[in-house]
């Protein structure tokens, strides 16, 4: 992926090449990340969640922004992303939030990377890789609240907190579980932090306090204000985007506050008048209903704009928007810009972001492609370079 760094002044220049490109305002970033300070207060750490190439956004200039914006820590989803960040800077904490594969776990221990544990087995090999490269390795455990995917069960959870402790090597520095529905279900997050405070409980009760208790992702930061505890972790936040979900309504968050921060733009190529019945791209699945103008445009799945959005998306153009006309192929769409007044080849299009006093959010997009905004934001793909302005320290 091509990542390029611009001040606002080169920004018209460099951008003429592209076809297809993203722009990342590294300040909404860096606003973004002070909001969530602000939310939370100064007691609270953040680990700033930057797994799939910072959603997106491109890892190592995220990172290092997030490292001058004051990120206390950093989650990602491999070692790769791990080492990434390491490149950029040194100091940082990072918890794998997935599980380390067998084959993992030592260059885990020899990179410092914090594993997530759900088992004994996990817990052990960790132990025996400790007293092999002869280090402490520090550890979060993971209690399945209620999602299912990784984590031990509540009831197994004391007894893998003690085996951790026993086991010669480890430092249990964190205990965590993760909210499955904080956007939409009120009731069943309500009984998933219940019974992580009945852990937490179960553990007191025995004399075990753990340093670093943590269970927020972005919704629950905004829904779940109860459990913030020790640490937060938030990801589509960060990048300006507000999960929504049943419970929106019972958060108001104004768009000064939170910014998004990825513009997605490419280029009309071509620009035609259309009659009546002409059908549009593959499978004929679009036919005129009267004469109509049409802009062939630089974007398509094979840039991560899903296909699954085939006439239904919208784009921005000027400051209408234009509706995509049949099928999106691998490098381009066509859209109606009947409406535009002024339109050639070579202007530009959103795809998302804000583009006069309209703007299309991600989230948007999603719901085009029927699925959610994290997934479109990591769907960009290599393709599409990755411009980055602001973010220089003021
Ligand atoms: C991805 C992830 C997050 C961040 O989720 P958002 O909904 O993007 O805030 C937090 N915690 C865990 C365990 C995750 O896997």
């Given amino acids: 992926m091509i990542a390029v760094v611009c001040s606002a002044g080169e920004m018209s220049r460099v951008t003429l090449?592209?076809?297809?490109?993203?722009?990342?305002?590294?300040?909404?970033?860096?606003?973004?990340?002070?909001?969530?300070?602000?939310?939370v207060g100064p007691r609270i750490k953040i680990m700033t969640v930057v797994k799939a190439d910072a959603y997106g956004h491109g890892l190592k200039p995220i990172a290092s922004l997030l490292m001058q914006s004051g990120t206390d820590i950093f989650g990602v989803a491999n070692l790769t992303e791990a080492r990434a960040i390491r490149n950029v800077g040194k100091g940082w904490p990072i918890l794998m939030l997935g599980a380390c594969l067998p084959d993992e776990v030592e260059m885990a221990v020899r990179e410092s990377v914090?594993?997530?544990?759900?088992?004994?087995?996990?817990?052990?090999?960790?132990?025996?890789?400790?007293?092999?490269?002869r280090t402490i390795v520090d550890v979060h455990i993971k209690v399945d609240t209620g999602m299912g995917r990784l984590g031990v069960r509540p009831d197994r959870a004391v007894e893998l907190v003690?085996?951790?402790?026993?086991?010669?090597?480890?430092?249990?520095?964190?205990?965590?579980?993760?909210?499955?529905?904080?956007?939409?279900?009120?009731?069943?997050?309500?009984?998933?932090?219940k019974t992580f405070r009945q852990v937490i409980a179960a553990l007191a009760s025995e004399g075990i306090q753990i340093p670093v208790l943590h269970a927020n992702n972005s919704a629950a930061l905004l829904h779940e204000p109860d459990t913030l505890l020790d640490l937060v972790r938030p990801g589509l936040l960060v990048y300006g985007i507000v999960p929504v979900g049943r419970r929106l309504s019972?958060?108001?968050?104004?768009?000064?506050?939170?910014?998004?921060?990825?513009?997605?733009l490419c280029r009309v190529s071509l620009v035609k008048e259309i009659s009546k019945g002409t059908s549009l791209s593959y499978g004929h699945t679009f036919v005129a209903r009267r004469k109509m103008r049409v802009a062939t445009i630089t974007a398509g799945y094979g840039d991560g704009y899903q296909r699954a959005a085939s006439n239904r998306a919208q784009v921005l153009i000027g400051t209408t928007r234009?509706?995509?006309?049949?099928?999106?192929t691998m490098d381009q769409m066509i859209v109606d810009v009947s409406h535009v007044p002024i339109i050639e080849p070579g202007d530009e299009v959103t795809l998302i972001g804000p583009q006069g006093n309209d703007q299309i959010p991600a989230t948007e997009v999603a719901q085009w492609c029927g699925t959610v905004p994290w997934e479109v934001l990591t769907g960009i793909t290599n393709r599409v370079p990755r411009v980055y302005r602001g973010g220089h320290a003021s």
């Fill in 322 to 328: 234009c509706p995509v006309l049949g099928r999106i």
């Fill in 162 to 193: 003690r085996k951790v402790r026993q086991l010669p090597g480890l430092r249990l520095q964190g205990l965590y579980t993760h909210f499955s529905s904080a956007e939409d279900d009120a009731e069943f997050s309500r009984q998933q932090a």
């Fill in 17 to 39: 090449n592209y076809r297809c490109w993203a722009e990342v305002d590294l300040d909404a970033l860096r606003g973004n990340l002070a909001w969530i300070r602000h939310r």
């Fill in 250 to 264: 019972s958060v108001s968050i104004s768009q000064k506050q939170i910014r998004p921060a990825l513009t997605w």
């Fill in 114 to 133: 914090i594993p997530t544990l759900s088992s004994i087995r996990e817990a052990e090999s960790f132990s025996a890789c400790a007293a092999k490269v």
